[in-house]
């Protein structure tokens, strides 16, 4: 996929491909709401999109549609994603090793769950994704994580965007006050992950942190298959929640409106003390007499039309509820106790995942509240039945009653059915009465003849059913060991459905967040380096860019970064080694643009008189080889450039400094010296950027594509890397200047968060 993300400064997300076509657009959240970051899945299927507000998007690139969402309650200020490396010998069989740990068969046995409508008559589907799968998550082979940077030095880790291990607080570590995280980076498998921020409390100084990770890397089978089966579990909570959604969507306030005309029928009554209203009712019931005030109600103000009308309403009404709760609800509350059985399972392994923060005893809580949920809906299917069944007799004979007071010609069918009206059908409406129309107090009357609507509130219930005289309540009451068995559902009576679901949502929030609390606990931090520049007495932030480098036999973490808000001449890569022994010490060099010696034949270079009088814009890592460079001549239209440099051709500049131990390590930017070193900078490819003025980079290696941000923000021009250089530059460069611009790249794309101009919004990058 060969597509390109954009942001903006109205906060709008808009994905194009590098033909530039329009995908889709994201409008954003409100109107005072920015993205302030981007990030890919390494497979590069959805698109997480961080906000200033703290709220971080998950957007399928398919359709934009929002996968699921977190919040961070701090701006995001940086996005990482990254997925684990794994070097596999050709005798190990990681797949069957997979099998053995644990094998995810239960879509194979649970039914699948009916997509949910978007509306009753349309029928149109919310998606054409299984509801199983919505947050994509069924093809992730391997293990990813998340990794959020906020603005108060705060870091934030997610398994495949959805499974959280932990936050880091890198004020509780170093010296000062952490300002916003600009960067953080894993080592290849996971077990070392370096965080670079700002540093509040000294001006011209960064804080990199380093942090052991190893339990990531140590149980990161055991991670993955925990937070896809909590992916899975949370999708059906989502599912679940949409589905009371929809239940609340069915049920309309027009039911409550016998109830009000009632209290008013009844309020009225009581005004001039004539009598009680369920007394009325059974009199009419009785002798087929009404009082007047009954009379003048049921013509004048209930009327024949209204009670019919009122009648289709609470039929289609429960019907839909109906269907919701047996279809859909009680379906998906199934499958996740089914996966929480699972979930128990793993935790009776404590070596593997209770060692994770694995509960038994909160996951029984769990799975028994899950049964509880299941009992709350047979409940709520029973007062359906119920309703529909007392509501359908009732109001046939009230109907009836209104046509003969108004002298109204009555249908044949119904007419028959009120001549053979039997004892025990007055005996019916008779106990109706008695239960739906008792006032609570001679003065003051309350009636309630809808209560469905209920239990789709979160509130406690208003009307509860009374099961005392139930044969299963009646045999536990007298037997208490029973009752405290932990393997039968508790029952809640006085919740209602909205807030049993609630419960238990509020309760695997509480599985997460254990799990999270204990794999934090096993990170250990082990250093902070602070690299502090003399020569600038301001503040200053970098372009920064990370990479994992392998040198021989050791694996590296390179950290390259210039000054963004100062003139700079040069730029930084700091080296960090991932082995347990040489994680003390960190290697940097100062490179200056003149160090790097191009090619002869260039005939570019040949239009450049001296790189010492070049500025750097930006830097991004181009893959684990190259480095890209954002140039531009220190002088009146001064031309920008972009460069290649190998980053194995500078390995001469890097100059040690090891803290013995020490958990923190200064480093003075300015004291580095630029020792000269012969044929250093080996360029692999250099072009002078003709015609604009340039000031951002963004580049993806694995598509081969770089892209620059004009000096407006408003025009993004667009290189493919992998195409021979020929004399009219139509075949290495793509101006997309004229038409609607922005960029950021594909399969394991890089992202650039863009602020352009309100006026040309669509000219973005990314």
């Known amino acids: 996929m060969d597509l390109i993300a954009v942001s903006n400064v109205v906060g709008e997300v808009t994905l194009h491909r590098l033909s530039w076509q329009k995908v889709w657009t994201l409008a954003p959240h409100s109107e005072t709401t920015k993205v302030s970051s981007l990030a890919w899945r390494p497979d590069g299927k959805v698109l997480a999109v961080g906000y200033d507000n703290g709220r971080v998007d998950f957007c399928d690139v398919e359709n934009f549609e929002c996968l699921h969402s977190l919040n961070v309650d701090q701006c995001v200020m940086f996005l990482g994603w990254m997925s684990e490396v794994k070097k596999i010998s050709p005798s190990e069989d990681d797949i069957s090793g997979r099998k053995e740990l644990f094998d995810e068969n239960l879509s194979t046995y649970l039914p699948k769950l009916p997509p949910l409508s978007k509306s009753y008559e349309t029928g149109k589907r919310l998606g054409e994704r299984p509801p199983e799968d919505a947050k994509k998550l069924e093809d992730q082979a391997e293990l990813n994580i998340l990794i959020i940077g906020m603005e108060m030095g705060v870091v934030k880790l997610y398994a495949f965007g959805v499974f959280p291990l932990g936050t880091l607080n890198l004020d509780q570590h170093v010296h000062g006050q952490v300002g916003k995280i600009v960067s953080a980076h894993f080592s290849e498998n996971l077990s070392f992950l370096t965080i670079v921020a700002e540093d509040l409390s000294t001006p011209a100084r960064l804080q990199i942190c380093n942090f052991d990770t190893s339990i990531i890397s140590t149980y990161s089978q055991e991670i993955r298959i925990l937070a896809l089966k909590f992916g899975r579990i949370l999708t059906l909570d989502s599912y679940m929640d949409s589905t009371l959604n929809q239940m609340s969507e069915a049920w309309e306030d027009i039911l409550l409106e016998m109830d009000s005309k009632l209290n008013k029928f009844a309020e009225e009554k009581s005004r001039v003390g004539g009598g009680s209203v369920s007394r009325d009712f059974l009199k009419l019931l009785m002798f087929g007499t009404p009082s007047d005030e009954l009379k003048n109600f049921l013509i004048f103000d209930l009327t024949d039309k209204g009670l019919k009308k009122l009648g289709h309403s609470i039929e289609n009404s429960y019907s839909n509820i109906q269907k919701l709760l047996l279809r859909h609800f009680q379906s998906v509350a199934q499958a996740i106790l089914c996966h929480l059985s699972d979930v128990k399972g793993m935790a009776l392994w404590p070596e593997k995942f209770g060692i994770l923060g694995l509960c038994v005893d909160e996951t029984l809580a769990a799975i028994n509240r899950t049964g509880s949920l299941l009992l709350k809906a047979s409940e709520l299917q029973q007062v359906i039945e119920g309703s529909m069944k007392n509501f359908k007799a009732f109001f046939r004979w009230l109907y009836v009653v209104i046509l003969r007071l108004s002298e109204e010609p009555i249908p044949p069918a119904l ?32 009636f309630r003849l809808e209560r469905v609507g209920q239990y789709l509130r979160k509130e406690d219930l208003a009307n509860v059913i009374d099961n005392s005289g139930n044969p299963w309540q009646k045999f536990l009451q007298n037997s208490p060991t029973v009752a405290s068995c932990s393997y039968l559902y508790k029952t809640f009576p006085e919740k209602s459905l909205a807030q049993m679901s609630q419960m238990l949502h509020d309760m695997l929030n509480g599985l997460l967040h254990h799990c999270a609390d204990t794999i934090q606990k096993s990170f250990n931090f082990i250093s902070a380096v602070s690299l502090i520049d003399d020569s600038v007495d301001c503040p200053f932030t970098t ?74 814009l930006d830097l991004s890592f181009y893959d684990n080889q190259m480095l890209s460079l954002l140039l531009q001549e220190d002088c009146e239209n001064g031309r920008p450039m972009l460069m290649q440099v190998l980053v194995a051709s500078l390995e001469g500049l890097f100059r040690p400094f090891a803290g013995e131990h020490s958990n923190h390590l200064c480093v003075p930017l300015s004291n580095i010296s630029n020792k000269a070193v012969e044929s250093i900078g080996c360029v692999e490819g250099f072009r002078v950027l003709e015609n604009m003025k340039a000031s951002k980079l963004a580049v993806s290696g694995t598509r081969k594509v770089s892209c620059v941000l004009f000096l407006s923000r408003r025009r993004v021009r667009l290189f493919l890397m992998d195409v021979e250089d020929e004399d009219d530059d139509t075949g290495v460069h793509i101006d997309i200047s004229k038409a609607e611009e922005a960029i950021n790249a594909a399969e394991s794309p890089s992202s650039l968060t863009v602020e352009v101009d309100e006026e040309n919004k669509e000219n973005t990058t990314a």
């Open 415 to 446: 007419n028959k059915h009120m001549f053979k009206m039997s004892q025990q059908d007055l005996s019916f409406v008779a106990q109706f009465l008695h239960d739906n129309f008792t006032e609570i107090e001679p003065s003051k009357c309350s």
């Open 543 to 616: 372009h920064i860019s990370q990479c994992n480098i392998r040198r021989e036999s050791d694996a590296f973490i390179y950290t390259a970064f210039c000054l963004k808000n100062t003139k700079s001449s040069r730029f930084f890569i700091c080296r960090q080694s991932t082995q347990k022994s040489l994680r003390y010490q960190m290697d940097v060099m100062s490179v200056e643009p003149d160090q790097i010696k191009l090619p002869k034949e260039n005939t570019d270079r040949q239009q450049i008189k001296n790189l010492s009088n070049c500025l750097i």
